[in-house]
């Protein structure tokens, strides 16, 4: 969770006007960056924990001690860390531990950029390299104590001197990292002597331990210079250009739990377990499992910058668990994001995203979302030309937005906000099914909406596909429609099948293209010998329909009336002169003319209130009906004929 970076100096630093010695490492990081943590902050009641927090912010300071509030303007990142004055923690203390790389071995001298208010809020407990369960808000042999603007014994932290104003302890200041009544000895702790730090080469933790309330850490620091002074020379902050940080590989062959390190490359597990905080940390899924199927478990929240399935063996992943697995951005600007690059991957596990985040994946290859996909507010960006299918089933919260610029979006699920459809096609259900939108939804010239229908028993399974949105939706692009598990077109004249589609408050625009089993209808939506395949826009919804419509119907509008009529007129063609001739023209019985036959049947289906069942369907003419177009079919004809 850490953003570290290391250089070296080889040079005198002209800006700072201070000469560094030659070949001094350097390594930092932001202290909200932390990887672990003994609670989660960020939910429910951050009393006594560490909060990450962001200026500006009024903090009121130790009453005795200060007296009054003072206002937290600025801090790196725009984001710092610690503990506002609030009850005592939870029994066992509450820390946050940092994971950073130490690139070289030898004395390593820490800083931290810190706000201590008064003298009863000025101490951390602090250690390196212990076990979780040893990092405990006591003095002991294991713990020290970081003193801030204090003198006690030997023990002296007073880096603007001890005549410290209250304006300057409201300040953030850079603080020596000292010791007391810790393992490291006791003489010599003061701000111009510091202690130096022995390290190996490698991964190292600092555990960071509530000691006094009202204390805040904004960044760390650590150099192999002992007399480099941070508050003469500000230490540049960590370089975006820098690798964001880790990648972890899952290692084990086998389904584990995600917080075991044994189960990932060297320094797992990634990400911050029990927080959702910005991370530095990349979870890979590979070959390992082979063609088999693995299920990666956690019992507590985990945040990582990426998540990626790289299996190309035909194995399979499964991340389940509670409460969720998420990701954010980097501090540094890594964007977040979810990958697949092969395979066929899930999370059972609820899934959030904290940061505007992107899913790339590849052609071929599906990542399924079978439980809740928390927006949080941000935009989920479906990229790549594979499959995501949002199948959760519970609600998903707090509104955002997908954004589908390539691939498949599908599934039964709810979209918890808005869905963009740009370049994607949105195909809802598993087979037939239901994809609600817990929002709008616009589709833009290159999105398709792609909708299987297997039966008439509604939308659903056995039914037919349905995109459900809450709100507006505006649309363009191409509608698909494909029969699927047997459907048949209607066999009886007269007869239709329709289809809700989408469902909306609010309707606006058409679409451009309408596909029916891959072939494009043309603008009637006439398949054929009367069988008709249209698209009508209500105030709210999209109706597909079937009709296979009865003779005289040249419109394929479940009616016959004087337009059918006049269009049969004005194409008669008995003897077939002008053929080839289709049902829009007039030619009912497919014989190359349009002739009286024609005319018959137009006459005996004439029903200009509809033919479909609806109060106004006139089924026979009436004689004076049949008079009246006998006579306009005789003038009509024989005019034709004369003309010829």
């Not at 200060?66 to 005592?88: K, M, R, V, W, Y």
């Not at 990701?327 to 899930?346: K, Y």
């Not at 289906?605 to 026979?620: A, K, R």
């Amino acid at each position: 969770m850490r953003e570290t970076g290391f250089f070296t100096v080889v040079s005198v630093v002209l800006l700072g006007l201070i000469v560094i010695e030659a070949d001094a490492q350097f390594i930092g990081w932001e202290a909200e960056n932390y990887s672990t943590s003994n609670g989660n902050p960020l939910t429910g009641d951050p009393t006594g924990y560490f909060v990450v927090l962001n200026p500006p912010l009024t903090e009121t300071a130790d009453p005795d001690q200060h007296g009054g509030q003072f206002d937290i303007t600025e801090a790196s990142g725009n984001t710092f860390l610690g503990i506002p004055n609030s009850p005592e923690p939870l029994e066992g203390g509450i820390w946050v531990k940092y994971e950073f790389e130490i690139p070289e071995a030898g004395d390593w001298y820490f800083w931290g950029r810190v706000i201590a208010p008064s003298l009863f809020d000025n101490s951390f407990y602090w250690a390196f390299d212990i076990d979780d369960a040893d990092a405990l808000s006591t003095n002991n042999a294991t713990i020290n104590v970081w003193d801030l603007n204090e003198a006690i014994g030997d023990s002296i932290n007073f880096p603007l001197g001890r005549d410290i104003t209250l304006e300057q302890r409201e300040q953030w200041t850079w603080f020596r990292i000292s010791s007391r009544d810790g393992p490291y000895p006791y003489g010599g702790e003061n701000y111009g002597d510091p202690t130096p730090l022995d390290f190996t080469p490698g991964t190292h933790t600092l555990h960071l331990i509530d000691r006094e309330k009202g204390v805040f850490v904004d960044r760390f620091f650590a150099t192999t210079e002992k007399s480099f002074d941070a508050n003469d020379t500000e230490p540049a902050p960590p370089d975006p250009s820098e690798p964001a940080g880790h990648t972890f590989e899952w290692k084990s062959a086998n389904s584990g739990d995600w917080n075991v390190p044994g189960n990932w490359t060297a320094g797992g597990p990634p990400g911050n377990q029990g927080a959702v905080r910005s991370s530095h940390h990349v979870a890979v899924f590979g070959d390992t499992i082979g063609s088999e199927s693995r299920t990666v478990f956690t019992d507590s929240s985990v945040t990582v910058n990426s998540i990626s399935f790289i299996n190309a063996m035909g194995g399979s992943y499964r991340i389940s668990g509670e409460p969720s697995v998420n990701v954010n951005a980097s501090t540094a600007g890594t964007s977040a994001s979810v990958g697949v690059a092969a395979g066929s991957h899930e999370f059972q596990a609820p899934f959030g995203i904290h940061s505007n985040t992107t899913a790339n994946i590849a052609n071929g290859a599906t990542l399924t979302f079978n439980n809740a996909l928390n927006l949080n507010g941000q935009t989920l960006s479906k990229t790549g030309d594979g499959t995501m299918t949002v199948n959760n089933v519970l609600s998903a919260g707090g509104g955002g937005s997908i954004i589908g610029a390539g691939g498949i979006i599908g599934g039964v699920g709810t979209v918890g906000g808005d869905l963009d459809n740009s370049g994607a096609t949105v195909a809802p259900g598993n087979s037939s099914g239901v994809l609600a939108v817990d929002g709008s939804y616009t589709q833009g010239s290159g999105g398709t909406l792609a909708m299987e229908i297997e039966g008439l028993a509604g939308p659903g399974e056995g039914g037919h596909d349905q995109l459900a949105v809450v709100g507006t939706a505006s649309l363009d692009g191409t509608l698909g429609v494909t029969p699927v598990g047997g459907y048949a077109d209607p066999t009886v004249r007269g007869n239709s099948d329709s289809f809700t589609l989408l469902t909306s408050t609010g309707l606006s625009g058409t679409f451009a293209t309408v596909n029916y089993d891959g072939a494009t209808l043309d603008s009637g939506g006439h398949a054929g010998n009367g069988l008709f395949r249209k698209v009508d826009y209500t105030a709210n919804d999209v109706v597909f329909t079937n009709l296979l419509a009865k003779a005289g119907d040249v419109e394929g509008d479940s009616d016959v009336d004087i337009t059918d009529f006049n269009a049969l007129a004005s194409n008669y063609d008995p003897s077939g002169a002008n053929a080839p001739h289709d049902w829009t023209e007039g030619d009912f019985d497919d014989n190359d003319t349009i002739d009286l036959t024609d005319f018959n049947g137009l006459a005996t289906n004439f029903s200009p209130g509809g033919y479909g069942g609806g109060p106004d369907q006139v089924p026979e003419p009436a004689s004076w009906v049949l008079v009246v177009m006998a006579i306009l079919a005789g003038t009509s004809l024989i005019g034709r004929v004369w003309r010829r």
